[in-house]
C-alpha cells in the first residue's frame, strides 16, 4: 500500500501563476517531508523539506505547507515559469528514520 | 564534485538474461539506496545499506534480484533472470545518514527494457 499519496498525475498551469501540488500520507509516525524535482533523463533532485514541527517553510518563490491533522502537504510555486516544468514528487519519513517513501509523482506543465 | 554515477544509463535485454546495474555514490555518503521507478507505483525502495550493510532489502520484488555493496564506494544491483516486468528506471541515491533521515541524492538512473 502506498503510504504517500499524489492522486493528481498531471498539472497545467498559465506561467506566472500559482501551482499547487498535493500529497497525503497515512503513517502518522511520518515527522518529516520533502519535496523533489525530476526533469526528463534526470535523476530527482531536492527542492525543499519541512519537519513536523512547523507547519510552512518558504524558499523563494517554492512554499510547502504541512496540515499534520489532515496528513496532508502541498507545494506552492508563485510565479510559476516554464522552467518549472517537471514531475514532482512528495516524500515522507520518520526523523529517526533512513528510509524515504515517495508518491507516484505529479507531472507539472507550465504554459508560456 | 561529482554525484552520484550510475551505470550504463541504458541497458535493453532479452528475458531470461542477467542485468546488473551499478552504482558509485557520492565520497563520504555511507549511506546507499537504490529505488526502482514505474508509473503505477512511482518511486519504490528496494533496498538501502548502511555503511556497506544491508539495512531492509523488504522492498526486492523477489530472489531474482540481488544487491551488494563491496565497499563505501560500489554497489550493484542484480536481476537474475531478468523478466520484461523488470522494465523500468532504476536509480540509486547517496545519503549521509547521522542517525536521522537527510537528504538523499539521486544519480541519472538506468532505463532498462527487457524484450
Known amino acids: 500500500d502506498q503510504q504517500v499519496k499524489q492522486n493528481s498525475p498531471s498539472l497545467s498551469v498559465q506561467e506566472g501563476r500559482i501551482s499547487i501540488l498535493n500529497c497525503d500520507y497515512t503513517n502518522s509516525m511520518f515527522d518529516y517531508f520533502l519535496w523533489y524535482k525530476k526533469y526528463p533523463a534526470e535523476g530527482p533532485t531536492f527542492l525543499i523539506s519541512?519537519?513536523?514541527?512547523?507547519d510552512k517553510n518558504e524558499d523563494g518563490r517554492f512554499t510547502v505547507f504541512l496540515n499534520k491533522s489532515a496528513k496532508h502537504l502541498s507545494l506552492h510555486i508563485v510565479p510559476s515559469q516554464p522552467g518549472d516544468s517537471a514531475v514532482y514528487f512528495c516524500?515522507?519519513?520518520?526523523?529517526?528514520?533512513?528510509?524515504?517513501?515517495f508518491g507516484t509523482g505529479t507531472s507539472l506543465t507550465v504554459i508560456p | 564534485d561529482a554525484g552520484v554515477i550510475q551505470s550504463p544509463r541504458h541497458e535493453v535485454t532479452e528475458m531470461g538474461q542477467e542485468v546488473t546495474l551499478r552504482c558509485k555514490p557520492i565520497?563520504?555518503?555511507?549511506?546507499l539506496f537504490w529505488y526502482r521507478q514505474t508509473m503505477m507505483r512511482g518511486l519504490e525502495l528496494l533496498i538501502y545499506f548502511n555503511n556497506n550493510v544491508p539495512i531492509d532489502d523488504s522492498g526486492m520484488p523477489e530472489d531474482r534480484f540481488s544487491a551488494k555493496m563491496p565497499n563505501a564506494s560500489f554497489s550493484t544491483l542484480k536481476i537474475q533472470p531478468s523478466e520484461p516486468r523488470d522494465s523500468a528506471v532504476y536509480f540509486c541515491?547517496?545519503?549521509?545518514?547521522?542517525?536521522?533521515?537527510?537528504?538523499?541524492?539521486f544519480g541519472p538512473g538506468t532505463r532498462l527494457l527487457v524484450l
Open positions: 516524500a515522507a519519513s520518520a526523523w529517526t528514520g533512513n528510509q524515504f517513501y
Open positions: 541515491a547517496s545519503s549521509l545518514a547521522q542517525g536521522a533521515a537527510e537528504t538523499q541524492y
Open positions: 519541512i519537519s513536523s514541527i512547523k
Open positions: 565520497s563520504g555518503h555511507n549511506s
